[in-house]
């Protein structure tokens, strides 16, 4: 029987996203006109892979299902809270702290990469969708020159802002004396500035090549989109496929995985040593420093454990090229095994879920979060009832009575004394857990 001509045209368009972990594989569609030496035996061609009916009909009904209704949807959830969470983070009372300010920048970068990356999904997943962009010459344009570079570029965005938020925090906890000094020689939108111009800057770098990679074909009224000329260079192809060690594997994966490793593991022994030294003596700002950093931690846990899988996949493609080179310059062919493809459909849901899923974090841990937002949305009065029921006021610890000698005088003078700290400082950001 012979292969499934529109399966395989799909399964390539799909593997042309942002996240593909087998952009390798796709790239290696003309490498048989690269010269590669090997001076071994011939490759088994079980290595190789190939298309069965059964194959086809499994790969493409888990895809559509999976990066296709699910993905969409999940992309739609994760719109309205993206928004929900950019006019919280930016209320009059949350945008004080450049934390919060560059949360909403990574709230609005996650928006950019669900405009982006849904349409590219639903192209090669769903026929209605394929139909739509194949019969309109604008939104195949749209496609080639926006949707499918900037889908990158979006995704790189919001990793890598992930990653400035964590440095915004790893030197407010861990170099406290540095952080005073920023905050008082820069203003908070010079702040602002220094960590979104890099983000933005080094992602449109990193995808140059995206721009450069499809072209649209027009057969018999329809349009398709293809290959660039570019793409098919043996030259550029050979030095692209080289290229997938640095990016996007080592640029969005293994060295931010390092990274955020590193800084959260520092902050969260940060906090937890401020906490023994500042014990019994609780003040606002403290507590809202706390609170940032908390939030912090539970973000960066849902991006590595969201990404993990997307990550393993890259490590292994890399792992494997010269298998793939061998297949295409002896067989003219490499099919990943299915398993491989469908984890693949998984770790784009994943990192989906990632992007849509900040939101929800941030009702789960910080109150100052939900205050604002039952202030700054319209919620039923059953939700904002729910949520005044669960925050609890705080009270005096035992353990400062116990060291007060029962005297709760001497806790209310450390209270209001470092409460007037806090209102002497113009900036809140000044104030962070590592002041003794």
Known sequence: MELDDEFINSSRTSSLDSLDSMDSMDSLDSLDS????????LIDPMLCGNITPEYAQVYTQYEFYCEGVMFCSLGIVGLVANFASILTLLSAEMRK???NQLLAALAFYDILYIMFNVPVHAMATIETVQSWFSNSSFLSLVYVYLLYPMSAVAFC???????????ERYIAVCRPHQYRTISQTMSNTRRILVYIIPVTALSFALNIPKFMEVTITENNGTNAVDPSQTRKDPTFIFWYTLSLAWHPTLTTGILP?????????HIFIGIRKSRQILSGRRSQARTSESNLAITLISIVFMHLLCNALRVFLGVMIVLL???QVSCMKQYQQ???PLWIMCLESVAHLLVMLNFSSNFLVYCSVSAQFKAALTSACPLPDWIKQLWK???QPETPSPDVL????GAPNLTVQVEMADMKTAEQTDNPDQINVCQL
């Open 34 to 41: 690269v010269e590669v030496s090997n001076d071994s035996d």
């Open 97 to 99: 702290h450049t934390f």
């Open 157 to 167: 965005a919001s990793t890598y802002m992930t990653l400035a938020v964590t440095i």
């Open 257 to 265: 995985f390092i990274a955020l490793f590193y800084m959260n593991t």
């Open 321 to 323: 090229v010269d298998v």
């Open 334 to 336: 490499y099919i990943p």
């Open 389 to 391: 029921q669960r925050r």
């Open 402 to 405: 116990c060291r007060t000698n």
